[in-house]
C-alpha cells in the first residue's frame, strides 16, 4: 500500500515505528538487561510494555495479534509484533470502529494515535538512554509528543504513565519536552 493511500493511523505508526524499529535493531545484545530511565525496568522490559500494552488494547477488542513474541531476541519479537500491528491498522474500518474510550467516545485509530503512538515515540527515547544510545526527535515527532502529552491533562502524572515534570537543564526543545515527561538526559 502506497503512503498516499494509508490511513491516518497507519501513517503515523509507521512514522513512529520505523525509526523505534531501527533502534531497536541496533541496541547490543548485552545493553537488553541494562537499567532503562523507567523505575525498575531494564531496557527489555520497556520493549516488553510496548508490546503488552499493544497487545491487551488490541486484544480487548477482540482483534487478533497472535501469540505474544519471545523477547528473549527483543529486536526479533519487536519486527514480529509490530508487522502485526502494523498490518492490522491499515484496516481502513477497523481504525474508525468507535467505542467509549478513556477520555469518552473515540476511535480505535484516535485511541492508538494519541496513547499507543506516542509511547512508540516516548519509549524510543528510554530504549535509547538504556542502550546508551543517542537519539535526536524531530520537530514534527517533538509536536507529536507536546500534543499527546497536552490532551492528557492531569492524566499524564497517573501512576505509570509519567513522572512528574522536571526542570530542564537548558532552553533545547528536546530536553524540555523530557523534562515535561519526567526525565532527564544523561
Known amino acids: 500500500m502506497s503512503t498516499a493511500s494509508m ?3 497507519a501513517l503515523r505508526h509507521d512514522e513512529a515505528n520505523a ?14 538487561d541494562r537499567p532503562s530511565p523507567c523505575d525498575g525496568w531494564t531496557t527489555r522490559d520497556v520493549v516488553a510494555h510496548i508490546v503488552d500494552t499493544q497487545r491487551e488494547f488490541l486484544t480487548s477488542r477482540g482483534l487478533d495479534v497472535g501469540e505474544r ?5 527483543p529486536a526479533a519479537g519487536w519486527r514480529e509484533h509490530t508487522a502485526r500491528v502494523a498490518a492490522l ?6 481504525v474508525v470502529a468507535p467505542y467509549e474510550g478513556y477520555f469518552g467516545p473515540t476511535t480505535l485509530g ?12 516516548v519509549h524510543r527515547w528510554d530504549i535509547a538512554q538504556g542502550a546508551g544510545i543517542p537519539v535526536s526527535f524531530t520537530d514534527a515527532e517533538l509536536d507529536r509528543i507536546e500534543a499527546g502529552a497536552n490532551s492528557f491533562g492531569d492524566s499524564l502524572y497517573m501512576d505509570g504513565v509519567c513522572k512528574p ?22
Not at 19 to 32: D, E, H, R
Not at 89 to 94: C, K, S
Request: aromatic residues 8%; negative net charge.
Open 110 to 121: 484516535a485511541t492508538f494515535e494519541q496513547f499507543y503512538i506516542w509511547d512508540l515515540l
Open 89 to 94: 491498522l491499515t484496516d481502513d474500518e477497523l
Open 69 to 73: 513474541p519471545d523477547l528473549d531476541d
Open 165 to 186: 515534570g522536571a526542570e530542564a537543564g537548558s532552553d533545547d526543545r528536546q530536553e524540555r519536552v523530557l523534562a515535561r515527561l519526567g526525565r532527564r538526559a544523561k
Open 7 to 9: 490511513n491516518t493511523t
Open 19 to 32: 525509526p523505534l524499529t531501527a533502534l531497536i535493531g541496533a541496541v547490543a545484545s548485552g545493553s537488553w
